[in-house]
């Protein structure tokens, strides 16, 4: 990890989407409470769907997993049927937000627009957002010397303060990746994540740049994840499939505790 920023703690965070029934979350939490590190070595993050948040929360109160959610709306209350307040996430404990991923983006018609309302209601009630970008940085390859601006992570920012901007994550999740089984080399995911600091640098500066993680997301697993996570921009991973299965999660914390040690038994730390 030495060639990572220190202030920058690796973040390994599981995104159930809709999967799991309630059985299925209170054995899975079961399973990983007590086996992950504080939150100051590796920092972990469960996104599941609304129903489980509360109970997550309660479960996990004694561990540093931290209760993640899918999704928020922009308004704090009012007549929304069917969204959840950030308001009343930040109540019941969640601390993080997954926001604009692409799936939300393809299957619910979401924009650039609406992942900055977001964005700024989160921040605005005290949780932390993780931002998706699927962007296509091929597109920028060709201009990596003039430091373009990724225009996904530009407008999700749009309003967004020096002070609110450290408590921002970026996950980066090809399109082309997610749910296919077929990874981003980490030469790619590292270009890309190297582009979104780039943005930030221009965007606030180049010491807030090196303070905000950046994370790759898109069929990791743990036979990809040490090499991914071994890049110099990128600082964890935002999981699907696998962190499924709380197994492989555990080795995933494992993996982001420190990336140069091929084989690691988090057990035992």
């Known amino acids: 990890m030495s060639q990572h920023n220190a202030s920058r703690i690796p973040f390994v965070v599981a ?8 059985a299925d979350v209170a054995e899975f939490l079961d399973k990983v409470n007590g086996k992950v590190p ?8 469960i996104a599941a769907q609304d129903l489980f948040l509360s109970d997550m929360v309660r479960a996990t109160a004694q561990s540093p997993i931290h209760i993640v959610a899918e999704n928020v709306h922009w308004e704090d ?8 307040s950030p308001k009343a996430l930040k109540d019941i404990g969640a601390k993080y937000v997954l926001i604009g991923h692409f799936e939300r983006r393809k299957f619910f018609n979401e924009t650039d627009s609406t992942v900055n309302l977001k964005v700024t209601a989160a921040l605005r009630n005290g949780l932390r957002p993780i931002i998706d970008v ?8 060709q201009f990596m010397d003039a430091e373009p601006s990724v225009a996904q992570v530009a407008a999700a920012l749009a309003g967004v303060s020096v002070d609110q901007i450290r408590n921002v994550t970026l996950a980066y999740e090809p399109t082309w990746a997610i749910g296919s089984g077929e990874a981003a080399s980490a030469v790619q995911a590292q270009k890309a994540a190297h582009l979104i600091r780039q943005t930030l640098a221009k965007l606030y500066s180049p010491v807030i740049a090196e303070q905000v993680r950046v ?6 697993t743990p036979d990809n994840a040490r090499e991914i996570m071994l890049q110099k921009d990128i600082d964890g991973v935002l999981v699907g499939t696998s962190a499924l299965d709380p197994e492989k999660f555990l080795q995933l914390v494992a ?4 990336p140069e040690v091929p084989e690691f038994n988090i057990e035992n730390t």
């Open 255 to 258: 993996i982001a505790q420190d």
């Open 15 to 22: 995104n159930w989407k809709i999967n799991k029934l309630h």
């Open 215 to 220: 994370l790759y997301g898109g069929s990791v």
């Open 77 to 84: 209350s009012g007549a929304y049927t069917g969204e959840t």
């Open 134 to 141: 699927d962007e296509d940085m091929s597109t920028y390859a």
């Open 38 to 45: 504080a939150e100051n070595v590796v920092e972990t993050g």
